[in-house]
T-cell receptor, first 115, second 114 residues
Framework: AQKITQTQPGMFVQEKEAVTLDCTYD???????LFWYKQPSSGEMIFLIY??????QNATEGRYSLNFQKARKSANLVISASQLGDSAMYFC????????????FGSGTRLQVQP | KAGVTQTPRYLIKTRGQQVTLSCSPI?????VSWYQQTPGQGLQFLFE???????NKGNFPGRFSGRQFSNSRSEMNVSTLELGDSALYLC?????????????FGEGSRLTVL
């Protein structure tokens, strides 16, 4: 079974609007972390936001927020007030257990922001 | 503060050759991880080093190897290259090996195998 599922291969959004990128995960480990990364065409993976499995509140970082629904095992990324520079690939990733660094990535969502 | 530096950025090899990729982590970071990114398989974990010791290894054949030096710089080597090894190889560093620490990625080394 896929550990991280991103069901939206591509998304379009108008500039200044909000957009939600979906991510569901599968793990039996009670301790895990969820990450979102942005990958522009240059190839570099840029860290956006982190949510720990024991965190009580949804994570927020500027225009990025993570809609964490633990019972549903979903960790959707919300980008508010989209900008042209937000056009990129977005990856959801999970790290399971403690002391383990390896991230499992989803297949990604290509976001295109239209003027 | 300089980011993660990977060299070379682009390289072309032929089947059967071997290749060595280098990664210099952010100053002070002791953990270095490597990932392979291909259109078909996506991003896959190769291995992770912390203080010169391999901590974790992904599901890749023995042709893929790596090491970390005392200054935390890391190299990965792929021997007997195959066409399927064509990929973007990403290196990531972090300060600790704690779960909550974010990974900082480099821009990658794009390998083409002909």
């Amino acid at each position: 079974a896929q550990k991280i599922t991103q069901t939206q291969p591509g998304m379009f959004v108008q500039e200044k609007e909000a957009v939600t990128l979906d991510c569901t995960y599968d793990t039996s480990d009670p301790s895990y972390g969820l990450f979102w990364y942005k990958q522009p065409s240059s190839g570099e993976m840029i860290f956006l936001i982190y949510q720990g499995s024991y965190d009580q509140q949804n994570a927020t970082e500027g225009r990025y927020s993570l809609n964490f629904q633990k019972a549903r095992k979903s960790a959707n990324l919300v980008i508010s007030a989209s900008q042209l520079g937000d056009s990129a690939m977005y990856f959801c990733a999970m790290r399971e257990g403690t002391g383990r660094r390896a991230l499992t990535f989803g297949s990604g969502t290509r976001l295109q922001v239209q003027p | 503060k300089a980011g993660v530096t990977q060299t070379p950025r682009y390289l072309i090899k032929t089947r059967g050759q071997q290749v060595t990729l280098s990664c210099s982590p952010i100053s002070g970071h002791r953990s270095v991880s490597w990932y392979q990114q291909t259109p078909g398989q996506g991003l896959q974990f190769l291995f992770e080093y912390f203080s010169e010791t391999q901590r974790n290894k992904g599901n890749f054949p023995g042709r893929f190897s790596g090491r970390q030096f005392s200054n935390s710089r890391s190299e990965m080597n792929v021997s007997t290259l195959e066409l399927g090894d064509s990929a973007l190889y990403l290196c990531a560093s972090s300060f600790t090996s704690q779960q909550t620490g974010e990974l900082f990625f480099g821009e990658g080394s794009r390998l083409t195998v002909l």
